[in-house]
């Protein structure tokens, strides 16, 4: 019997926007994705959130994807966990000369002087279209919701929440 906190390729590729190709191709220099094959459930919301990031820098800021490898781990690994919800109060900072990752509260309204290129994604947006999806809401539902908190017992009512820790 299967995790039901685990998704599909087919269900993952859907809910991040990749495509198959995309996925394969990916899977070439994104180190966490080398272990995720065949049909079998193998992804995490949290895994989902890191591919719909990876999307984003692609197609946002003109990353390539081979440029991302070196943050590749870091990257899932931030993006994953019980309270990824509360990640949409997040801004996420990619380093893909360093492969640093690093994790910022969206209303701080610090400016940073990086010395080094980074990729900024604001991760409201993609949580809250995820947990749209996962759900079945409305993204105004979502709005009126502090930190996370009732995001994350919907999942735990539902069993969908994802196994993974910080």
């Known amino acids: 019997m299967s995790d039901p906190a685990l998704l599909r390729p087919q269900e993952a590729q859907a809910f991040s926007g990749v495509t198959r190709a995309q996925l394969r191709y990916w899977r070439r220099f994104l180190m966490p994705l080398q272990k995720k094959s065949g049909n079998n459930p193998s992804f995490t919301l949290g895994d989902v959130l890191a591919l719909r990031v990876v999307r984003r820098a692609i197609s946002e800021c003109g990353c390539e994807v081979r440029y991302l490898a070196t943050a590749g781990q870091a990257l899932f690994a931030k993006l994953n966990g019980p309270n990824w919800p509360r990640l949409a109060h997040f801004r996420l900072y990619i380093f893909p000369a360093s492969g640093d990752v690093l994790l910022e509260r ?52 539902d069993g969908k929440q994802p196994k993974a820790g910080y």
């Open 106 to 157: 969206a209303n701080e309204s610090t400016c940073h002087d990086f010395d080094k290129p980074a990729i900024v994604i604001d991760l409201r947006e993609d949580v809250v279209r995820l947990i749209d999806i996962r759900l079945g809401t409305q993204s105004d539902e979502l709005d009126s919701l502090p930190g996370g908190i009732e995001e994350k017992q919907k999942f735990e009512k």
